[in-house]
Nanobody, 129 residues
Framework: QVQLMESGGALVQPGGSLRLSCVAS????????IAWFRQVPGKEREGVAC????????YYADSVKGRFTISRDVGKNTVFLQMEHLKPEDTAVYYC??????????????????????WGQGTQVTVSS
C-alpha cells in the first residue's frame, strides 16, 4: 500500500523547536520530490518547503526561510522538516506530499496541490504559551 505518514506534531511554546517526519511506504522517496504544506482552518493550504529529487536542492517559503530546514534520510525513506524559532503563526496542520515529476517548484512557489500524487494525513503543530 502506497502512503505517506507524518508525525512529530505537538504543542510547543513560541521560540521552541520541532522536527516533523514524513515516512513513505510502498514506494521509494528517492524518485520523488517531497514538499511540506500547512493549513489553518478556513485558509488555503500553504506551501512551506520542498526538497527536489534530482539534485537535493531545497525551496522555502519566505515565511519560514531561515527557520525551517527540510532534509532527506535515504536509508529510512523519510523526509524531515526541522522547525526552529517557532511562532504562533506557524500553528497549522502540516502535510507532506510527493511529486514524481521532480521539478520541485515554480519560481516563487511550490507546485499546485493537484500536481502531487500522494498526501499524508497531516500532523498538528500548535505554537502557544
Amino acid at each position: 500500500q502506497v502512503q505517506l505518514m507524518e508525525s512529530g506534531g505537538a504543542l510547543v511554546q513560541p521560540g521552541g523547536s520541532l522536527r516533523l517526519s514524513c515516512v513513505a511506504s510502498g514506494f521509494n522517496l528517492d524518485y520523488y520530490s517531497i514538499a511540506w504544506f500547512r493549513q489553518v482552518p478556513g485558509k488555503e493550504r500553504e506551501g512551506v518547503a520542498c526538497i527536489r529529487k534530482s539534485d537535493g536542492k531545497t525551496y522555502y517559503a519566505d515565511s519560514v526561510k531561515g527557520r525551517f530546514t527540510i532534509s532527506r534520510d535515504v536509508g529510512k525513506n523519510t523526509v524531515f522538516l526541522q522547525m526552529e524559532h517557532l511562532k504562533p503563526e506557524d500553528t497549522a496542520v502540516y502535510y507532506c506530499a510527493s511529486d514524481s515529476n521532480g521539478s520541485g517548484w515554480y519560481p516563487g512557489r511550490l507546485l499546485s496541490e493537484h500536481e502531487y500524487e500522494y498526501w499524508g494525513q497531516g500532523t498538528q503543530v500548535t505554537v502557544s504559551s
